[in-house]
């Protein structure tokens, strides 16, 4: 699928029925713009697109955990041991580790659109192998391919969905994803124990393939929404990222034009290359913060409960395999009402006292978890087993209102403009890294440390409570060129008695008020101007005629231009 010039004949027709002196006063939502929706209907279409990429990474995040606990799925596959079956749950995300350094390679060559329509028929086709395995390998296979479709679309769905959506949007998008993404997980639950009575295949083939519900949702809804805008103009398509625009801006569309424009001028000149990240440094320092709280979020011992609850809730706990499965239900609707309630109090609390308060919380419900299931296995009482499952549903509360959003956030936040991209990217990869290392180790850790399994990531929450205190920077409430300022006046890696230095912006330049930039940030600062305006004088003759104001001209090529455009748009595909 590739961009094609914009039609002369469409755009005077759409022209015609759009005025851009009605948009600035609201009258937008009532056209029908290039993609034939308004403006609203367009962002809430994309947000069920992209919504839906993450509500199926939730989906499977918790079907596979209902399943292998079935009589059987057992039957089937001849009663899979420990590690087997840690293998085969696990590998998923090996793939989707490989999907996530994937999209890194050749994510910003094919588009937001491509990416998502590619990787959903890779994962269609794993899904298809594991809802007709006839075998262990069958389903290995399948769970690596479907990892790898994963790995690539969540990686690119919250991508698209940001960069299509309004300005003051943004910040709530990702929380809101991470609330869907628990939808997925409760589905699952619902679906598993709606088919865990029965004595057929369907026990486990149904839950596996009534993901392509998800699929076919995905595959119609994104080839007939737009691309990124944002994408549009990093590859020279400013025309095209001006139609898309005006089909999503209900306001100033030559505001939102060049407001993107330019910061994406600025990102293209100042893009870092591998060599600087990794060569020590602020930039270094920020990378790793981002990368460090993806880590901790596997480490505090999530997908040891979201995989496995129904398989901990009957080894550990010693629950029937049908209360198990109502309980994981429940506790998944808990945890999806306490990601909700995270969207209220993630600006508003900070992002180092939720995130040091949930791990103290975590620490002590995996304590009160392993305390209680070596009890329940010594005397065979049901009241440890109720205690058990009280914990695990405060780890699943703490864990929604404190941890599932913020590591996700932090990386876009912490990483400065020339590295978001890369920075994010390896946040990522590291989170499906130690996912996979936790989801491979689990049953292994049930069937033979019992309740020193769950010791071990109490221990591991509480040691998140320092780090955090120590390490990890504040960013609620400051913009992004604010933290950039900030990681200018304290160089140091402690940050308890940094505080927040006060900043102040006098005759458009920043100023620290607690003291003044050292030589070395000057110095970066000085190298950081020149690069952007070296770039913008390169880019001056196309970005100067797309400076005027949005008329007729703008979409209605005569035939030379088109040509034009056209090899132009060929020779950037070809590169």
Same mark, same amino acid.
């Given at each position: ?58 989906? +499977?995040?918790?079907? %596979?955990?209902? $399943? ?13 041991? @420990? ?6 749950? *696990? ?5 989707? &580790? ?18 998502? !329509? ?6 269609? *086709?794993? !899904? ?19 990892? !790898? ?6 990686? /690119? ?27 997925? =997980?409760?589905?699952?639950? $619902?679906?598993?124990?709606? %088919? ?5 295949? *369907? ?10 519900? &998800? ?41 939102? %034009? ?8 600025? +990102? ?15 930039? /270094? ?24 609850? @129904? ?12 209360? *198990? ?18 969207? =209220? ?18 620490? !002590?419900? %995996? ?15 049901? $009241?440890?087993? $109720?205690?058990? /499952? ?75 409570? @320092? ?35 006060? &900043? ?16 070395? +940030? ?43 455009? =056209? ?9």
């Amino acid at each position: 699928m590739s961009y094609q010039p914009i039609d002369h004949d469409d755009e005077t027709r759409r022209l015609n029925s759009f005025d851009v002196s009605d948009s600035t006063k609201g009258s937008r939502s009532r056209t029908r713009p290039k993609y034939g929706f308004t403006a609203p209907r367009l962002h809430s279409l994309i947000s069920v697109a992209a919504g839906t990429v993450m509500c199926l990474f939730g989906y +499977e995040q918790g079907v %596979f955990g209902g $399943i292998i606990v079935g009589q059987e799925f057992q039957e089937y596959f001849h009663h899979p041991s @420990p590690s087997l079956t840690g293998f085969v749950t *696990s590998v998923y995300d090996l793939g989707c &580790f490989a999907g996530a350094l994937l999209t890194l390679v050749v994510g910003e060559w094919l588009g937001r659109k491509r990416m998502l !329509i590619i990787f959903t028929i890779i994962m269609t *086709s794993g !899904i298809m192998l594991q809802t007709g395995a006839h075998s262990m390998n069958h389903l290995l296979w399948g769970r690596f391919i479907a990892g !790898i479709g994963n790995g690539g679309n969540t990686a /690119t769905a919250p991508v698209w969905h940001v960069e299509t959506s309004h300005q003051d949007a943004k910040g709530k998008a990702v929380v809101k994803e991470m609330v869907v993404n628990v939808m997925g =997980f409760v589905i699952s639950n $619902i679906i598993t124990l709606a %088919f865990s009575r029965i004595t057929t295949e *369907s026990q486990w083939r149904f839950p596996l393939g009534i993901q392509l519900i &998800f699929i076919v949702i995905i595959l119609v809804l994104v080839p007939i929404l737009p691309e990124s805008p944002r994408w549009l103009l990093a590859r020279g398509r400013d025309a095209e990222a001006k139609t898309v625009l005006a089909s999503l801006s209900e306001h100033d569309v030559e505001g939102d %034009f060049k407001g993107i424009r330019d910061s994406v001028r600025q +990102e293209m000149a100042v893009q870092a290359s591998w060599s600087q990240i990794f060569r020590g440094g602020p930039a /270094t320092r920020r990378l790793l913060l981002g990368m460090l709280l993806q880590v901790c979020q596997q480490l505090t011992g999530i997908n040891v409960l979201c995989y496995y609850l @129904p398989l901990v809730l009957h080894k550990s706990v010693g629950l029937p395999e049908l209360a *198990s499965h109502i309980l994981s239900t429940g506790i998944a609707v808990l945890y999806m009402f306490a990601t909700a309630a995270s969207l =209220f109090f993630i600006e508003r609390l900070g992002r180092r006292p939720l995130l040091m308060s949930m791990a103290a919380a975590m620490a !002590i419900s %995996f304590l009160g978890i392993a305390i209680s299931t070596e009890i329940s296995h010594d005397n065979g009482h049901h $009241i440890p087993g $109720i205690v058990a /499952t009280v914990f695990i549903t405060f780890y699943f509360l703490a864990f929604g209102f404190g941890w599932v959003a913020v590591p996700w956030l932090y990386p876009a936040e912490i990483n400065s403009l020339s590295m978001r991209t890369k920075g994010a990217a390896l946040a990522t990869a590291c989170d499906w890294l130690f996912n996979y290392v936790v989801v491979q180790t689990t049953p292994i850790g049930i069937h033979y440390l019992h309740w020193g399994l769950y010791l071990l990531y109490a221990v591991l929450n509480a040691s998140f409570v @320092p780090i955090i205190y120590y390490l990890v920077v504040e960013t609620a409430g400051k913009s992004l060129e604010q933290i950039d300022q900030w990681f200018a006046a304290n160089t140091g890696w402690l940050v308890h008695k940094a505080g927040n230095t006060a &900043f102040a912006v006098a005759n458009g330049a920043a100023t620290l008020a607690n003291g003044a930039l050292g030589h070395d +940030e000057m110095r970066e600062g000085n190298e950081h101007e020149s690069m952007v305006k070296a770039y913008e004088q390169q880019q001056r003759r196309s970005y100067d005629t797309d400076m005027r104001p949005i008329d007729e001209n703008d979409f209605a090529l005569d035939e030379e231009e088109e040509d034009d455009s =056209f090899q132009y748009h060929e020779s950037l595909d070809v590169e």
